[in-house]
C-alpha cells in the first residue's frame, strides 16, 4: 500500500510543512518561544488546549524543551525567604513557646533551613511539647478516668472523634473499655428518655412494649444512664408513704379507710375504691335482672 506524503510522520526536528493546520503550527511556535521559560502547562493554559496535545506535538517534531518549574520555584523560594539573621532572631523569640516545625510554618520554609541556621549558629533550643502532644495528654487523660464506664460512642462524643478513632485511642493506652450493648434506646438522648420514663399512669413493661421493647430493655438502659423511672409502681409506693391508694376507675387519690382490703395486692388495697366498687356492682345487679 502506498502511504500519500501528507499522511507520512514527520522526521524530528522537523519545521512545519506547507497545508500544517495552524493551529498546530501556533502550538509549535509557542513550545519554541516559551519553552525555555514556560512549563507545558503555562503554555496549554495559554493557548487554550490541553497538557496531552502540547506535550505530544513536542515529541512528535522532536523539539527539546527544558525543564524549568523546577528553576521558577527555586527562584520564587528564594525572594520569599527571609534572610539567616531574620531566621535566627524568630528562633529565639520561640524557642521556648514553640517547636521547630511551628517556626518554620510561621516562617515559611523548611525545616530543614531551621536547622541548618540553628547549626551554623551553634544554637540549641529547648525541648518544647507541641499541640500534638498536648492533645495526646488531653485524650488519655479522658480515656483513663471515662474508658471503664462509658461506651466507645460516648468516649467519641468527648474527645470530639468517631467511634473507630476512639477504639484507636483507647487500645493506644490499653484501657479496659466497657463491652458496648446494643440497646433500642441508644439513639434518644437523657432528655427524651427521661421524658419517656415518666408516665406515672404506665408500667414501665407497658411504656418498653408502647416503644417495640421489652421492660427489661428499658430498665438496663435507665440504669445504665442513672435516670429514675416515674411510673405507675413508683407513684404508687409514693402515695403509700403519705397513707393513700390510688383508684384505677375514678383515677383519683384516696385515703386508706375509702378502700377494701385486697390481700393479693403487694399494697394490701383493692385496686378501686368503696364508691368506684358501689358503681359497679349496681351495675352488675342491673345487667343481671336484663
Known amino acids: 500500500m502506498r502511504i500519500s506524503a501528507a499522511t507520512k510522520k514527520p522526521a524530528p526536528g522537523s519545521k512545519p510543512v506547507r497545508g500544517m493546520r495552524s493551529r498546530t503550527a501556533a502550538v509549535l511556535a509557542a513550545v519554541r518561544k516559551h519553552g525555555s521559560t ?5 503554555i496549554a493554559a495559554m493557548l487554550g488546549t490541553t497538557l496531552y496535545r502540547i506535550a505530544s506535538l513536542a515529541a512528535r517534531y522532536g523539539i527539546k524543551k527544558p525543564y524549568v518549574a523546577g528553576k521558577l520555584r527555586a527562584k520564587q523560594r528564594l525572594q520569599h525567604r ?11 523569640a520561640h524557642a521556648t513557646t514553640k517547636s521547630r516545625r511551628e517556626i518554620a510554618a510561621l516562617l515559611g520554609v523548611s525545616l530543614c533551613c531551621i536547622c541548618y541556621v540553628m547549626r551554623r549558629a551553634g544554637f540549641k533550643k529547648p525541648l518544647v511539647q507541641s499541640k500534638r502532644l498536648a492533645t495526646l495528654a488531653h485524650q488519655r487523660e479522658i480515656v483513663l ?6 461506651s466507645l460512642v460516648e468516649l467519641g462524643r468527648m474527645l470530639g472523634v468517631c467511634r473507630q478513632r476512639a477504639w484507636q485511642i483507647c487500645n493506644r493506652w490499653r484501657v479496659k473499655r466497657k463491652k458496648y450493648v446494643y440497646s433500642k434506646f441508644g439513639w434518644m438522648s ?11 399512669d404506665k408500667s414501665l413493661a407497658a411504656i418498653a412494649a408502647e416503644a417495640g421493647a421489652t421492660g427489661t430493655a428499658l430498665a438496663k438502659e435507665l440504669h445504665r444512664r442513672g435516670i429514675e423511672p416515674f411510673t405507675k409502681r413508683e407513684r404508687n409506693a409514693r ?4 397513707g393513700m391508694g390510688f383508684c384505677s376507675l375514678c383515677r383519683r387519690a384516696k385515703p386508706f379507710d ?3 382490703r385486697g390481700d393479693s395486692r403487694s399494697s394490701r388495697l383493692d385496686n378501686r375504691c368503696l364508691e368506684c366498687r358501689r358503681v359497679c356492682a349496681a351495675q ?3 345487667r343481671r335482672l336484663k
Open 38 to 42: 514556560k512549563t507545558y502547562d503555562e
Open 82 to 92: 527571609p534572610d539567616n539573621a531574620t531566621i535566627l532572631a524568630t528562633i529565639k
Open 145 to 150: 478516668a471515662h474508658g471503664s464506664t462509658h
Open 190 to 200: 437523657s432528655r427524651q428518655l427521661r421524658k419517656l420514663a415518666r408516665q406515672p
Open 239 to 242: 402515695l403509700l408513704k403519705k
Open 258 to 260: 375509702q378502700f377494701r
Open 284 to 286: 352488675w345487679r342491673k
